[in-house]
């Protein structure tokens, strides 16, 4: 098993155990075009999470942290979760808030690595942080 892999499965987890200890019910969504279909009992309310990993210490300290999002992903999914390896960090949106025009989603970094704020308007999903009422209805 590649490294990625592993990363991807333990981050799925994660994000599952995470999501079913606020009381939502979660399961894998199998070739949708996301990968976690969750839903909130009692409310007719479910989110079609496309999940991505990534570990910062297996980038260079100058590049920002960035993931494709296939055009199946962007049309499947309502939110996408950046699961951030080795601090075990969450950082949920609404997809229409952090892709970019070109389908990415993006964190810029600072020399040490380090997650920089983001500029006004900008589309980076460091803004997001453990913004699980994202998945809320509005």
């Known amino acids: 098993m590649s490294r990625n892999l592993a990363l991807e499965k333990v981050g799925r987890a994660r994000v599952a155990y995470k999501l079913q200890q606020m009381g939502w019910l979660v399961g894998e969504a199998f070739d949708d075009g996301y990968d976690l279909l969750v839903v ?16 910062i ?13 296939s055009q199946k992903e962007r049309e499947s999914c ?31 970094t600072d020399e040490n690595g380090v997650l920089r704020n983001p500029r006004e308007g900008s589309f980076s999903f460091s803004r997001y942080e453990n913004k699980w009422e994202e998945l809320k209805l509005k």
């Open 40 to 55: 909130f009992p009692g409310l007719n309310h479910h989110c079609r999470i496309e999940l991505k990993t990534m570990d």
């Open 78 to 108: 309502t939110h996408i979760i950046v699961y951030l390896e080795p601090d075990g960090r969450y950082f949920i949106a609404r997809k229409d808030k952090i892709l970019t025009n070109k389908g990415n989603i993006y964190a810029a």
């Open 57 to 69: 210490d297996n980038r260079s300290s100058k590049s920002n942290l960035t993931a494709p999002v």
